[in-house]
């Protein structure tokens, strides 16, 4: 008995995860996105070795930095306890970002994937269905959140390069009213697109899917973690863009400097739940005034947003002077991602490569989420300048790289 029951302690031991096998799950998760030799989190090394001073980081606007201002806010925050509802820096917060986007009520969360999350699992119960874009980051960045944790399927619909959804798609996959099936209960947007290249809905279309919705009886949730690029894209208010939607998710830390956190916005109804969710979730903070300083900064920057969005279409206008390495449409660029290609089997080398040698003259950017593509993101902390300097840079490194191949 004692071998036996020995053989299977070792059976179960080999079940349980070792931090190498830890490690090597999540090489293959980050090879399988961004491509071999592009190490999307590790930059330390190869800078180091070629003594690079300034880094100039493309690879998303979640990198940026609060400023000393944000910082001086945070540290002088006046602070309560927010689940007691008693933090008053939380609290402006909250009525700022209500009034802003144009609803009744606003909820200050973690993150925009615990923002998305909690929205869907206010609109829907368990056995629900909602209806997504197979590109949008609720169906392919954010864990299956929805299913894995509220038990809401996703019916993920083809999305057209302009981020859109076929509206005739939408209505063929609502669901009849039959005990086979579950029941349509959401459908989600995402403005901008992000694997579309940060591509803007029209509102047109928008228009168009609220009617469905409200013909079907169905909520309509906007993933809005950059609707603020789409706003100042359309020159538009926050509060119209967001006018069509029942419910919205924000994210603070995506180009307004923010350190961490998301708003969603809705009714007051819907906030009373959200709330509650947020709890189940462990999200219910303390003194979060501390944090919620610098989001009440990061929404007044949001209309500082176009700087952004010149700097991007200048990104692309330069590096379309160097047709000899790099594929790129200035035109296609909405707000403030740039997607190019390199030529690569024109010239010999690799797209994991070609980002390496980007990495090693401090220009940082990451494999995009189509094949071949590379995405740059700006933000509030590269300037016109930089992109300039990160131009001279490229062509610089990606000369080097062609003729090593030669």
């Known amino acids: 008995f004692f071998d036996r029951d020995m053989r299977t302690m070792s059976r179960l031991l080999r079940l349980i995860p070792t931090r190498s096998s830890i490690e090597m799950v999540r090489q293959q998760q980050q090879h399988r996105i961004f491509g071999n030799g592009c190490n999307y989190f590790s930059t330390s090394s190869a800078l180091a070795a070629n ?21 001086q806010a945070m540290a002088s925050a006046e602070v309560g306890d927010d689940v007691m509802r008693e933090d008053p820096t939380v609290n402006t917060l909250e009525k700022m970002a209500a009034t802003l986007f144009g609803k009744e009520a606003a909820l200050f969360v973690a993150s925009g994937s615990m923002g998305n999350g ?8 368990r056995r629900d269905e909602l209806i997504c874009g197979e590109k949008s980051h609720i169906f392919n960045y954010e864990v299956g959140n929805s299913s894995s944790l509220f038990g809401v399927t996703m019916y993920p619909l083809q999305n057209g390069s302009d981020g859109t959804i076929s509206i005739d798609k939408i209505a063929q996959a ?16 995402e403005n901008t697109q992000n694997i579309c290249g940060g591509t803007v809905l029209p509102m047109d279309y928008v228009n168009s899917v609220r009617t469905l919705c409200d013909s079907h009886g169905i909520s309509l949730h906007l993933d809005g973690a950059r609707v603020g690029n789409a706003a100042v894209y359309l020159n538009m208010s926050p509060a119209d863009v967001v006018r069509p939607f029942d419910s919205v998710n924000v994210c603070l830390s995506k180009g307004l400097g923010a350190p961490v956190g998301s708003i969603i916005a809705g009714s007051e109804e819907f906030i009373n739940t959200a709330r509650h969710i947020r709890k189940l979730l462990g999200g219910g903070m303390r003194q979060a005034g501390v944090l919620a300083a610098a989001g009440i900064m990061a929404l007044d920057h949001l209309p500082n947003l176009k700087y952004d969005h010149d700097n991007a279409i200048r ?12 594929v790129v449409d200035p035109s296609s660029v909405q707000t403030n991602m740039v997607m190019f290609e390199f ?27 189509q094949p071949g593509m590379i995405r740059a993101v700006l933000h ?27």
């Open 343 to 369: 030529n690569s089997e024109k010239l010999g080398y690799t797209m994991e490569e070609g980002i390496m040698a980007l990495k090693k003259v401090g220009v940082l950017v990451g494999g995009a989420y």
């Open 380 to 406: 509030r902390d590269i300037s016109r300048s930089d992109v300039d300097d990160a131009c001279e840079r490229i062509k610089s490194a990606l000369d080097a790289l062609a003729s090593s191949k030669n």
């Open 315 to 326: 990104l692309a206008t330069n590096l379309a002077t160097l047709p000899e390495h790099i």
């Open 174 to 189: 609502i669901r009849p009213v039959d005990v086979h099936c579950t029941h349509t209960r959401l459908v989600c947007l």
């Open 118 to 125: 909690i929205s869907i699992a206010t609109h829907c119960q």
């Open 51 to 71: 003594k690079v001073s300034t880094v100039l980081d493309f690879r998303s606007d979640t990198v940026t930095k609060p400023t000393t201002e944000m910082r």
